[in-house]
């Protein structure tokens, strides 16, 4: 092999591993942003009559307990609702770790913020879905409304 092509490859060499390591540093970039971003979601605007103005009374609402797993490989699965946020997906420090094929490690978030839980995407590879569309941004989750992750199906219970 003549000395051109022994240094051609390894500055080719050399690319690929600056690839791989700039590859690496933006991907823990974009971790660190969805964590951020999820620690500084907004509140959700109080609900307002027709008028505008906000309602004296309301019927008392149900709060979540639970939340079951109804669908999926974990069917039967309940897990109690405290004041933190819950982290599904299959990585181990998950606090709900799926056993589902399509869940990414790192696949959504439930938390609570006032008296509603919200749900969110964590930037995962399939998608998560509320009742039939694709999560895009955080929404709040009604008693019983399904949540889908891969084939995993959950819903939050009293």
Do not use: C
């Amino acid at each position: 092999m003549t000395e051109l092509a022994l240094t051609a490859m390894r500055l080719g060499f050399l690319i690929l591993l600056w690839i791989l390591i700039l590859s690496i540093v933006g991907a823990l970039r974009r971790d660190l942003m969805i964590g951020k971003r999820a620690a500084a979601a907004p509140a959700p605007a109080p609900a307002r009559t027709e008028t505008g103005e906000q309602p004296s009374q309301q019927a008392p609402r149900q709060h979540p307990t639970a939340l079951e797993l109804v669908e999926g490989p974990q069917a039967g699965t309940s897990i109690e609702l405290a004041a933190s946020p819950i982290l599904l997906g299959r990585a181990q420090e998950a606090t709900l770790v799926l056993i589902d094929d399509y869940a990414s490690a790192r696949h959504a978030r439930l938390f609570p913020q006032g008296s509603r839980w919200f749900i969110e995407d964590l930037g995962s590879t399939n998608g998560t879905y509320l009742g039939e569309s694709q999560l895009t941004r955080a929404q709040p989750v009604e008693l019983g409304q399904q949540i889908r992750i891969g084939k995993t199906v959950m819903e939050l219970r009293t």
